[in-house]
Structure formats: C-alpha cells, structure tokens
C-alpha cells in the first residue's frame, strides 16, 4: 500500500538511494489474468503526466482492442499539458513504414520491423517509457529472437522505462527483468458464458 | 488474447447472448502485486472514451498517489470528448461532504460517509463506471461491513459497473464478484533496495 515505504533490504552495490531509486526499469505484466496492458497504459497516465515522452508499441493484428485507450492518450498528448504519446499500431502497419501493408504478408516481417525502430528509439531515447503491448507473442511464435530482444533492452542507454506486456513471457525476459507482475484470472465472466463487451474489453 | 473469442461453455439462465453480455460487472483486482489501481483506471479510460459518467472513489489516506491518473482523468473529462469523471477523495476529506475536515478525525467515520455517498450514487445510477480504489481496507479494517457492502453492490439497479480494488479482498466480495484478477508479484524492485520513484509508482 505505501509506494514509499522502506526497502525490504539494501543492497551493496555502491549506489546511493537517489541513483537506485532512478534506475531505469523494465517491467512484465505477464499471466492469463486481465490487467496486463490496461495496468501498462495506465502508466503511461503516470508518465504523460511527468511530462514524460511516451511511446506505445502495439504488437496486436487488431487495433480494435485499445480504442479506448489510444482515444484517450491521443487527447491527453494533444492537451498541451503533460508529455507527447506517439502510438505505433503493427496491425494497421507501423506508421513508420511507407509502402502499403499486405494483409496477407509476413507478420513475422511486420514484428521484426517493429523490434527494429524500437532498437532505433532505445539507442536514440526517443521515449522515457516505451509500452510494448504484446511483445511476447512474436516472441513466442520465434519471429523475434529473446536475446537479442534481451540484450536491446538490457543495453538501453539513459534512463528509458519499458514496460512489456504479454501471457506466457519468456525466461529470458523475465531474468532481465526489475519488476516482474503476474495478472492470474481467479474468475473471469466468460467461464460463465459471457462474452467481451463494450468499455470494459475494448 | 481474443476479447470476442467463443465462451467456454453457454450458461443455461434463459438469456440472450446480448442480454449476458451487456449484463453488468462487479470486478475485483486483488492480490499483493503491482496493478489493482492502474489496471482500474485503465478501465476508466475504455468507460471515458464510451462516453460514460465514471465515478472514482478514493479510499486512501494520500492524494499524492494518484496525481497522475487524476491529472489525466481531469484533462479528459474537460475534453469535450468521452464521458464525465468524477473523482472524490476520502483522503483530502469527500468532496460532497461541506465541513472542514478534522485531519485527527476518526477515519472509519469518513470510510462510512464515503460507502453512503456509493449507496446513493448506484441508487439513482449516477455513473455506468464506478472505481472503488482500495476499498478492502477499510472493509478489512471493519470499519465497513462487508456483508452491506456486497448486498448494496448486488443489488444495484440498471447497468452499473463496479471495480474494487486494494489487497485481501474479503471472501464474500470475491463470492460476488463476476471478475477476480490476483495481481501476484513475482519480483519487485524494493526487494533489491529500489525505492518508489516518480513517474512509476505516482
């Protein structure tokens, strides 16, 4: 309950409270629970409201899911109060990327274009919290590789937090990981034949 | 992953599809991991952006925890676009109440104003989104009665929905509740010496 309350233990390792306490972290809301992106965007509220630049990551095909959410950061980063918020959908096509996107070509393709502009951003610290929504599934499926995914975000210059969202994240992520949350589903309407509806799944 | 994936198995209660999916939910975020409250107000944004009246009551005793979610709630609610928030604080004495707050006062007394202002709220359907921050305190606390609690909250009319959050929610709550997500920590920076820092736990 107390965010500032005292450390459990206090490591060794030559820094002072204030250089730890800065220390950039990279997070993982992972589980079969509900909660994990809406828990990431809901720090992305925290950091826009630092004035901190915020970049989101969709690693989604459908970009129906985060209407809310994007609807929501899009006024906020316009409102000329708080950070600017850029959102990169992979499933509408990176906004980045120029050509027309085929439906039909390489998701795989498509991730590892996505990977490539975050190595880009990460190097360049573009954002000070960047929202990888979903990262784990090309992770799982193998269109992107976990150590070099690990070794990007373990490397990253400055003070860039990232957090990382996704069911079934790998080891590797979780090893290189400050914070680790699991979200487990305890009871969830759709065991009881309910399906998603409007404004609270979407 | 999918929010319009196929039920697990069709309930035999004499309701349509729609009727079960528009159905109202009363959702519980628990558990001693990171983001009960974030996932909640990530919630709020999906209601804001539908256009709902949402209605966010804080029991805590620090307005500082939340600046950034409120900061960004307000910008919203002020945007012309989506829904109408409302955000009333126990700590900073409730907005509706007109005295002056006795900050030695008896905590247990502004709990039990805050559930009626609730009770009155869910009785006259003032929101369709009702956040409910760290309300197992107070219920753990006995400072409110849990039973009450769980009958107000079933027996709310029309389409309301209802998130609680906060650690160890009471047994009859979660028996009540259409959605329970445990939020569990898996690592966390203060167990390696990090304390809270700004922009991520504020």
Redesign the interface.
């Known amino acids: 309950?107390t965010?500032?309350?005292q450390?459990?233990?206090?490591?060794d390792?030559g820094l002072t409270?204030r250089q730890?306490?800065?220390?950039p972290?990279l997070m993982v809301?992972t589980?079969d629970?509900?909660?994990?992106?809406?828990?990431?965007?809901?720090?992305a509220?925290?950091?826009?409201?630092?004035g901190?630049p915020v970049g989101v990551f969709q690693f989604?095909k459908s970009a129906k899911?985060r209407?809310?959410?994007e609807?929501?950061l899009h006024?906020?980063a316009d409102?000329g109060?708080?950070g600017p918020v850029t959102w990169h959908k992979m499933g509408a096509g990176w906004s980045w990327v120029r050509e027309r996107v085929d439906p039909d070509g390489d998701p795989g393709a498509a991730a590892r274009e996505g990977w490539a502009q975050i190595t880009r951003d990460l190097t360049a610290q573009t954002y000070?919290?960047y929202v990888l929504d979903?990262l784990t599934?090309p992770l799982r499926w193998g269109w992107l590789d976990v150590n070099e995914v690990v070794e990007v975000l373990r490397s990253r210059p400055g003070r860039q937090?990232v957090v990382v969202t996704g069911?079934r994240a790998p080891r590797e992520l979780?090893d290189a990981?400050?914070?680790?949350?699991?979200?487990?589903?305890?009871?969830?309407?759709?065991?009881?034949?309910?399906?998603?509806?409007?404004?609270?799944?979407?």
């Open positions: 309950m965010p500032q309350g450390p459990e233990t206090v490591p390792d409270t730890r306490r800065d220390r972290l809301h589980g629970g509900k909660g994990k992106s809406t828990a990431a965007f809901g720090l509220l925290r950091a826009w409201s630092q901190w989604v899911w209407i809310g959410e609807r929501a006024v906020l409102s109060q708080g000070r919290l979903e599934y937090h069911r979780l990981a400050d914070l680790v949350t699991e979200m487990t589903k305890v009871r969830h309407p759709m065991d009881t034949g309910q399906k998603g509806q409007r404004g609270i799944e979407w």
